[in-house]
């Protein structure tokens, strides 16, 4: 079965400090794989999104940047955090191909700037 | 712009009742429909989801409706437990951009015991 991980599972930074969130699955080759972040009561925002290694499409212009450097592998990035960057931060995944688009969600990263 | 929303913010029922989340899209190029439930401090869970070939799909104690003329989707979640207790989400995909879904706003259900 397929599993998704992602961590740390909190994390407290100070604003202009660097930020790196992983994300992994197992169980699958291929997916499609997303950020997104949750504002404190409020829904999902796209923030990134990769069909392939190497290959990152962004939504939403900002602060952060995300790589894949290996199939399974996603990794979310600030050089100089933000306080609007607090947030929850969830990575999903889907499969490649077929014939429905449901995406599966890690358990999240909570990250507060201070 | 186009979007994905939800009529209640929050839904209070009894324990026991039959609870009804509602979602309203307004894309009518949407062709696949999920719903989630988040818990807090955790990430979304698929629930159900249904095609748009469809009106009405079945789950163990849910139910999917899918109303195309009036772009209206719903959740019906039987015999509600305290478990249900959560955030529910609408998703929809568009043709026009298939690796996406976009989520709505979420309606919170609180479950009276």
């Known amino acids: 079965s397929q599993t998704i991980h992602q961590w740390p599972a909190t994390l407290v930074q100070p604003v202009g400090s660097p930020l790196s969130l992983e994300c992994t699955v197992e169980?699958?080759?291929?997916?499609?794989l997303y950020w997104y972040r949750q504002a404190a009561g409020r829904g999902l925002q796209l923030l990134f999104y990769?069909?392939?290694?190497?290959?990152i499409s962004s939504e939403v212009p900002q602060n952060l940047s995300a790589s894949r450097p290996q199939d399974r592998q996603f990794i979310l990035s600030s050089k100089k955090l933000l306080l609007s960057d607090s947030g929850f931060y969830l990575c999903?995944?889907?499969?490649?191909?077929?014939?429905?688009?449901?995406?599966?969600f890690g358990p999240g990263t909570r990250l507060t700037v201070t | 712009g186009e979007s994905v929303g939800l009529h209640l913010p929050t839904l209070s029922v009894q324990e026991g009742d039959n609870s009804i989340i509602n979602c309203a899209y307004s894309?009518?190029?949407?062709?696949?429909f999920i719903w989630y439930k988040q818990e807090s401090g955790k990430g979304p869970q698929f629930i159900i989801d249904i095609r748009s070939n469809m009106d009405k799909r079945q789950g163990q104690r849910v139910t999917v409706l899918l109303n195309k003329t009036v772009k209206h989707l719903s959740l019906q979640i039987a015999a509600t437990q305290p478990g249900d207790s959560a955030v529910y989400f609408c998703?929809?995909?568009?043709?026009?951009?298939?690796?996406?879904?976009?989520f709505g706003s979420g309606t919170r259900l609180l479950v009276r015991p």
């Open positions: 990769s069909v392939g290694i190497g290959q």
């Open positions: 169980g699958t080759s291929n997916p499609n």
């Open positions: 999903a995944w889907s499969p490649l191909a077929g014939v429905s688009y449901e995406q599966y």
């Open positions: 998703a929809e995909n568009r043709r026009d951009s298939s690796y996406k879904l976009i």
């Open positions: 894309n009518s190029a949407s062709d696949y």
